[in-house]
Structures are given as C-alpha cells and as structure tokens.
C-alpha cells in the first residue's frame, strides 16, 4: 500500500477541532455541550443578507470572476472606505474565505523554506497553511503576563534570516484578544521596511475594539504599499461563518496579480455567498452595534465569573471575542477532554480549545485555554459556573 | 520591494481565462462574444437546487463540519449508489469544488518533488494545483489520431521513476471528450498495482457518456481499495459551477483522515451551497436526461459544421462537452487573441480556449484548441459559422 505523504503527517489536527469525536460521544450519552471551543457565534446573520439568499432570480449558478465578482468588490471598496481603507475594487481580491485570503498570500510571496515571522500564540490555522505552503511559521513570544502585548523589538530582530519574508499579525488577535497599539504597527512598520519583508494583517475582527480603544489598520499605515496585505473574511463581522467569503486587498500588483492566478486555477469564490456578501454590506448600523454591545457584555460577564475561580490567570482583552488564560490544571489538552468524557454538572459540561495549539514554540501554553465568547450572556454565565465546579472536580487540578 | 515568490512567477496563467481581458474588450466594442472557451454551460441549474437557497429556514449560517454536513454526505452516498459505486458517508470527504478535492489528494499523498503521471492532454488547472502542490506532473501524451486512447503500457511504464507517487485520469476527459474503456481502466490498474502507486480519478463528466458507452469508474475496479480516490464536483452535473462543491471518495482511511486536517485548516465548505446540492440529489431524472439530450444535440451540431470546415482534424467524442481540434492556423493562440482583438461577423465573434494550455509537454498543441459545447444548438451553430468565416479571413491560416 503506498504511503500518505509526510506533510501529511506533519500536517497539525486542528486543536479547535481535535475533540470533536469527544464532544459528538458526550452528546451521544445525553450531555449538553456548550461550545466555547471554535469562534461559531450564536449571533444572527443579518436578515438583509440571509434574505439575499431567499430573493435571487438566478436561473444559471454560474462561474463568477476568479478574482470575485465586481459588484461585490465594489460593495467591499464602500465597507472599507467607512474604515478609511482606501482601496479600489482591482486592489481586491475575493477568495474562498478568509483561509484562502492567507494561502494566497503565503503563495504569492513565499518559496518552500521560507519564513514567517508571527507573534504567538495566534490563529492555529496559520499552521496547517504553513504546512501546505511549505513555509516556516517562526514565531515571537507574546507573554499573558504582559497581556499578550508585542514583544521589544530585539526579541523580533533576533528571529529574522536571510529566509525571513514577512511578518504577519492576527489585529484584533485570535485566541488573545490583544488589540495591537499604533506605536506597535509602527515599530512593525520600522522592521518591515528595515529588512524588506511583506506585512500580512489579518483583520477579521475588525468590528470587535472595546474600551474605547482604536483598530489600526495595517493599510493605514503610511509608506507600505508594496509590503501591505490585508487579509479578511465576513465570517465574524456578519456572523455567517458558513459562508466562506474572504478577501486579499494590497496596493501591490504583483501579489494581485499573483493570487489571481493562483485564483484562476481555482476557477472562483462561490457565488451565491458573494451576492449575499454583497447585501450584507448595507447592515444597518443598528443590527452592527447590538452585536458589538452583546459581546461586550459577553466578555464582562466572563471576566466576572473567571476573577472569581482560585488560581485562574488572565486579563480582560480589548478586542475580537476571544481570551487565553492560564488554567489551575495539569495540563490543559487533558482537562478539556476530561470536561468532555469524564465530567458534567446536572448533564451538562463545557468544550474549550487547549491553547498549545496555537503556540509554535514547544511547551507552551500547556495549562492554558482559549474561551470563545460565542453563546449568549446567560450561556456564558452557566459554563462559567460549569468551569468552576469542573476545576474543583478534576483529579489533576493544581491547588494554587 | 519584496519580490514574489518563484512559485508565483511559475504559476501558469489558466489557457481558459487568460485571454478574458481581450473579450472583455471586445465586449467594450459592442461585439456579441460566444463563449465557448470555458466549460460555464447555458443549462438552467435544477429548480429543486435553487428552490432549496429560497426555501432556508437558517438564522445563523454558521461553521458545518470540516468533512461536509453529513446530511449531505449521506445524500452523496444515495447518489453513488445509483452509479454502482458503494462507498459509507464516512468515505466522504465534501471540498470547496473539486479543485479542493484535487488539492487534498494531492497534499495528502505526495510531497515536494513527487511526481504524477497524467495522460494529456489534460483540464489546464491540474498543472496550477501541481504548482501550489510543489508536485511535478509526468505528461503522457495521448494523439488527436487515435481520438486520445491511452498510449501503450510501454509509454507509460516509460514515465514511472522513484518519484512517481500516482496516475491521475479524468474520465470523461476534459479537455478531450474521451471516455476510457474497461480494457484502458484493468491496463491502468495493474500498473498502480504493479508500481505501488496511487489511482486518481476527476470524474465530474460521469453523466455525459453518449453512443450508449458506459463509464467506468475508479471506484468499480477491484483490489484497489487502498490506491483509488474518486475526485467529484457538482459543478457540471447540475450546472452549478457558481456553488463550489465537490468531494473526495475513498475507501483509504488514512487519506480520508489526513484530507479532513487539510479541510480544519479552512474549516469547512460552504454551507448554503450544500444544503443546495443536497436538494440536487434529488434533481428528477427528466430534467437529467433532457440535460443529457441536450449536450448530445450540441455535440451532432458542432461536429457536423466541423466536417465541412476545410483543414479541421477531430474527432467526435464520447463524453464530457468538450472536443480539442486542430485548426489550420499558424498558431492557436495567435488565433484566439485575433478572435477578439480583429475579427468579427456581422458584430459578433467566439472564445476558445488555445489547446497548448492543456499539455505539459512544450510544443504540443499549438494549433490546437478546445471548444466546449455549452451554448444551445442555435448558438453553437452560429458559433461554428463564425469559425468558418474567421478561419476564411484570419492572416495566419494555412491552406491545407
């Protein structure tokens, strides 16, 4: 029988996902199961965009332009404009998901063995991708005691090589929260420039700054236009997930024209999702802030709960629904499957995403978990509370 | 300014879509423009699929399962059946179209530098996937004079190196129409079976086997169980190539579970679109064979105006919607862009697809092209008049 290939086997099982046979089997034995592990929201979709879908005339569900379709890109020059992101539609590439939006750019930019310099821990996809890709993800330490702010820049410098060829950041961050403060884009700016690399952002939380504070864009910055991509997806700022509509957008032709053909080869972005996407652009603002006030709520009401549980570690983030804490616990991967099949309070029990996954660097985050603040403030109250009693139950907790 | 990477530049552009800027142009002129250079039929999709977008009930389009939904594997396993292909819904992987399915098979089983023999010509986009991939595609060349039989064992045996990791068909064939027979299908199997390699076979044309031929698939030969991937999309079969899905079937356990971590990287295919194709499973058996009828017609209609076209060589196919032909030009590609850039009849014209695009080994196919038949009989009538015209007026021509 032939072999898988190796960067089959290297290929990383999605920590996010890994315990989902676990969770399907608690479920089977009647457990409720209240997913904090993966960034589903149980938000609506916008009524204007889910009825997009129920309202088209379409007769033939064609093939749309590889680089998405033009009323949509048009559309998306609008949305960005309202976030002075200034762009025109051939700046934009749609792609099949914010996803795609980062293969292509890894493509575009980037030869086996290449590196990329990406501060952890951050979006644990960005492995799988780098896998595929044949890239390098090195990355930076971010500490939970500095509250996952950006390291000095020394602690930058010494990770790049003659093989560096960008650096990418997660702005809000996934898992942390972080939101990435201006002196911190320019200092990126000042290496990007200093030692010629790309400058990915990927801004998918966007919508998602709280405490008053400000999202800078990396296409805000001054001076980058040959260096800036911005990477983006509808999922979260429409809560529509399932709808896998992302987009590249750079003042760099050759990486435009680069992902296109890169695009080409995948024929097009699905189209139906583009038409709804396109809708979706005219939410209303009211349906914007409601969503924004509820997982502001969300996060108040987790940091609540958590600064009451001994021996739990963290800080409120400032951005996106997400937050990594330390845990009181052994080791983080065996607690949340422990969570999964060993424990429930009153038939119900709570799925978390262990945090190494989303270090490179070995050993780290080990006791640590990222919550997803996705249910409901009353949901979010209630698993907080199964957390508490699960820590106070599991044979391998710490006493702090 | 950071460079692109060499992959990029590599990258080929697809011999489908690269000349659309110049249609696009011709369009700006005023001219009617008959696209018969991409495989987007005129065929109304199913009601019952587009109803299926109409008719959603969902509040929040949220994140489906990595592998598909598996209501909509379990719909897939009813429709195989049908095709006496018996495979469990586990046996499914469903992608983002099939290009995604060729891209997983690919990661899944050969790293960088593998090698995979394809008999070509062969759909352009495997040599882009092969490029994303790092794989090296091994063309065996298959002629016009013998209407793109497989070559001998020997030619192939020819092409086997320590490298060689698969044999990937697509039957029926794009861009040639070919169907292999039995006889083709055990000479192939035995030389996976013989050299320890993988069998890989895009089968999306299923449906289109016309002169009472019968289709065989990968999946029906025996003792293949852990070397046959049958790579789908629904794109063709319902006329949906706007929806982008597709799937991957095996009875190879290890492919399926390292195919599913390439799928949690990206997460999940759309999910609309499935819960449409679902709907599609159920399409009437009418409204396929009408589709049926109808490409069968289309197909009479082009081959007949052929015939009387002075210096064309081809041959009528047996499947798919497509033919290659050679044309009695300087230089296919030459041909197609004076198509849009000079010529027209009475403010009309066509797009073809210059055949080179479609073999791996330089040189072949230059005055070829492939035509596919995706306009109705009125239309592919009238395209074929303005062939003949343009074949009359076009200053490269050679007089047979």
């Known amino acids: 029988?032939?072999?898988?290939?190796?960067?089959?086997?290297?290929?990383?099982?999605?920590?996010?996902?890994?315990?989902?046979?676990?969770?399907?089997?608690?479920?089977?034995?009647?457990?409720?199961?209240?997913?904090?592990?993966?960034?589903?929201?149980?938000?609506?979709?916008?009524?204007?965009?889910?009825?997009?879908?129920?309202?088209?005339?379409?007769?033939?569900?064609?093939?749309?332009?590889?680089?998405?379709?033009?009323?949509?890109?048009?559309?998306?020059?609008?949305?960005?404009?309202?976030?002075?992101?200034?762009?025109?539609?051939?700046?934009?590439l749609v792609t099949t998901a914010g996803s795609e939006a980062i293969i292509f750019a890894m493509l575009a930019t980037m030869d086996e063995g290449d590196e990329m310099i990406v501060p952890e821990p951050f979006y644990t996809n960005y492995n799988g991708f780098a896998v595929e890709a044949g890239v390098k993800?090195?990355?930076?330490?971010?500490?939970?005691?500095?509250?996952?702010?950006?390291?000095?820049?020394?602690?930058?410098?010494?990770?790049?090589?003659?093989?560096?060829?960008?650096?990418?950041?997660?702005?809000?961050?996934?898992?942390?929260?972080?939101?990435?403060?201006?002196?911190?884009?320019?200092r990126l700016r000042a290496l990007v420039l200093e030692h010629d690399l790309f400058f990915f952002s990927d801004e998918v939380y966007r919508e998602f700054v709280y405490?008053?504070?400000?999202?800078?864009?990396v296409l805000h910055l001054e001076g980058l236009d040959d260096r800036a991509v911005l990477l983006d997806s509808i999922s979260k700022r429409y809560s529509a997930c399932g709808a896998r509509v992302g987009c590249l957008v750079t003042h760099n032709k050759d990486i435009l024209e680069s992902a296109l053909r890169f695009g080409q080869a995948r024929l097009c972005p699905p189209t139906m999702e583009q038409l709804a996407a396109l809708a979706a652009v005219d939410t209303p603002q009211s349906y914007m802030d409601a969503v924004f006030n509820d997982y502001n709520r969300r996060r108040e009401t987790v940091f609540n709960a958590l600064g009451k549980i001994p021996g739990v570690v963290g800080q409120k983030p400032s951005g996106a629904f997400y937050t990594v804490v330390k845990l009181p616990v052994d080791n983080a991967d065996r607690f949340c499957r422990w969570l999964l099949e060993e424990f429930d309070d009153k038939g119900e029990t709570v799925m978390l995403a262990p945090a190494n996954g989303f270090y490179a660097t070995p050993g780290l985050g080990d006791d640590e978990v990222r919550i997803a603040f996705v249910l409901n403030s009353a949901a979010m109250e209630r698993s907080m509370e199964i957390l508490k009693k699960a820590l106070q139950a599991y044979p391998g907790k710490r006493i702090a």
Chains 1, 2 share one sequence.
């Open 1 to 92: 029988m032939p072999r898988i290939s190796n960067r089959a086997k290297t290929m990383p099982p999605s920590p996010i996902r890994k315990l989902v046979p676990f969770a399907e089997a608690a479920k089977k034995r009647g457990i409720k199961v209240y997913h904090l592990n993966i960034g589903q929201p149980d938000i609506p979709t916008p009524e204007v965009m889910m009825n997009a879908f129920r309202n088209h005339e379409i007769k033939v569900l064609e093939y749309g332009h590889s680089g998405g379709l033009w009323e949509y890109r048009e559309g998306l020059v609008k949305y960005y404009r309202r976030h002075n992101i200034h762009v025109s539609k051939e700046e934009i």
């Open 137 to 186: 993800v090195v990355p930076v330490t971010c500490r939970a005691e500095d509250g996952f702010a950006l390291p000095p820049d020394a602690e930058i410098r010494a990770k790049i090589t003659p093989r560096t060829r960008a650096i990418m950041i997660c702005n809000p961050n996934n898992p942390t929260g972080y939101v990435y403060r201006l002196e911190e884009m320019n």
């Open 211 to 217: 405490d008053g504070k400000k999202h800078h864009s």
